[in-house]
């Protein structure tokens, strides 16, 4: 693998670290030789982005599996099943996978997902066809004889949380009083929904309906960054430490001032009860007239970097993702238009399971730019394409139809089972509208095209 890192080293050694580890995808692989560099080059410095590195390995492993599928005489399904990662399996790097990695049941409930029911162009009951529907959209250019539809396959791995040994960590800090608990932690909110999930983590262990967050800063201690799919894990894991302290110190107070043994206390909905009498109280008056206040600095287990011979176990946790993509083609205009994604994504256990189909919508978006659309032209050292009218983002109107479904099996690894979902979709769901485009081209005359880039340009496919 060789990665343009540009005119600066910026995070391109991290970046080929994560790329490398993860040539071998959601896939067993029992040997391996893979060399990667990241070059200097006179382009403009590289850096981090969603997926780092591992958008890059999985368009790789994923074209790779479809072409043994094709060899082989197999299903680009069936040949991905034969091969899909267990629980326990090692990676090239010898590290084994101990969390939960429910590739095949990603694979098969995406495979159960419906496949889009109207025709190409859509289905009006007036009989015309929407424009909008086809490849072109407004421009009307596609003629709906033309057009070919496909349907492509791709399944990710991405690792969650800062690797190679990376002391990472975050701070999170929990009083309670008069039934109101008040959080305070560092951890950035750019949408991903930490300050939803994180008064829900709160309400959960302790019991109480009113949770106030602090202001958002480093006083409390830091947060690391909101990146690498951590932040509900790892503040997640702050926040429920801290609330589950403050949680011992409530049953300890209610034990001194009830006369109950504090460990058979436990929280049922709003009240504190105790679970061999039956005696309750509201945790509203448990707490009236006391204070709790606990700060918790979280770690997860510890990383080491690779050896001289790349191996070690550098990386924290893996999640998993399967998509399956149905696209539009018109191969004489090399148009594309992406009709459908279908995906089932391994989220250990949805905290919020809205905040988590809006992390899914948004990535497939990003896949689908990353696949057909976004481009960034240099010669020399120079952007020719330096606006939005060139480089080009999906809008609402570009958006395919979304089917997803979350799989749930709580990672004994995570706190509260859960792992970070922000990267996954938009790694595996780019190489599988590319998947997708090939099929479609392999309709026409038996073999298609390479497409051996992205993003796929009209040229690549027409010319």
């Not at 890192?5 to 995808?25: E, F, M, R, W």
């Amino acid at each position: 693998m060789v990665f343009d890192g540009g005119a600066y080293a910026s995070t391109s050694s991290a970046v080929l670290i994560n790329a490398v580890t993860h040539t071998q995808g959601p896939y067993r692989c029992a040997n391996a030789v893979v060399d990667g560099y990241a070059v200097r080059t006179n382009h403009l410095p590289c850096g981090a982005m969603r997926g780092f590195g591992v958008v890059q390995a999985c368009f790789a492993h994923e074209s790779q599996m479809d072409k043994l599928a094709l060899a082989c005489g197999l299903d680009p399904v069936e040949i991905r099943l034969r091969n899909a990662m267990r629980t326990g399996d090692p990676l090239i790097t010898g590290q084994r996978v101990l969390n939960v990695a429910p590739v095949e049941r990603c694979i098969r409930d995406t495979a159960a997902l419906p496949l889009p029911d109207a025709p190409i162009g859509g289905d009006r009951r007036d009989g015309v066809i929407d424009a909008m529907r086809l490849p072109g959209g407004a421009g009307r250019t596609a003629d709906r004889g033309d057009i070919v539809r496909g349907i492509g396959w791709g399944v990710g791995i991405k690792n969650l949380m800062y690797s190679e040994g990376f002391d990472d960590y975050a701070t999170a800090r929990c009083r309670l009083s008069d039934g109101v608990a008040t959080l305070k932690f560092a951890t950035s909110e750019v949408g991903q929904g930490f300050v939803t999930i994180a008064p829900q983590i709160a309400r959960t262990i302790l019991g109480v309906d009113i949770v106030e967050l602090d202001r958002i800063d480093t006083q409390v201690g830091s947060a690391g960054s909101t990146s690498a799919s951590r932040q509900t894990w790892m503040s997640g894991g702050a926040v429920d430490a801290a609330c589950r302290r403050v949680r011992e110190r409530m049953f300890e107070h209610v034990g001194r001032t009830h006369q109950v043994d504090p460990i058979r206390l436990a929280v049922d909905g709003t009240d504190v009860v105790d679970t061999v009498s039956g005696w309750r109280l509201s945790v509203a008056d448990a707490t009236a007239g006391a204070e709790f206040d606990e700060t918790v600095e979280y770690r997860h287990p510890p990383t080491e970097e690779l050896d001289e011979n790349g191996q070690g176990n550098c990386h924290t946790a893996f999640g998993f993702v399967a998509h399956r993509a149905v696209v539009d083609v018109d191969p004489q205009l090399g148009l594309v238009k992406v009709v459908q994604i279908a995906t089932a994504q391994d989220v250990g256990r949805a905290l919020n399971p809205l905040s988590v189909l809006g992390q899914i919508e948004g990535g497939i978006a990003q896949g689908l730019g990353l696949a057909v659309m976004e481009e960034i032209i240099q010669i020399d050292g120079v952007i020719r394409n330096g606006n939005f009218t060139d480089y080009l983002l999906p809008t609402f109107l570009d958006m395919p139809q979304v089917v997803a479904t979350l799989i749930e099996e709580p990672d004994p690894h995570a706190p509260m089972g859960a792992k970070g979902v922000g990267e996954a979709p938009c790694i595996s769901s780019t190489p599988a509208i590319v998947n997708a485009i090939r099929d479609a081209l392999r309709q026409i005359d038996g073999i298609g095209k390479p497409l051996d880039r992205v993003p796929v340009r009209p040229s690549d496919i027409c010319l």
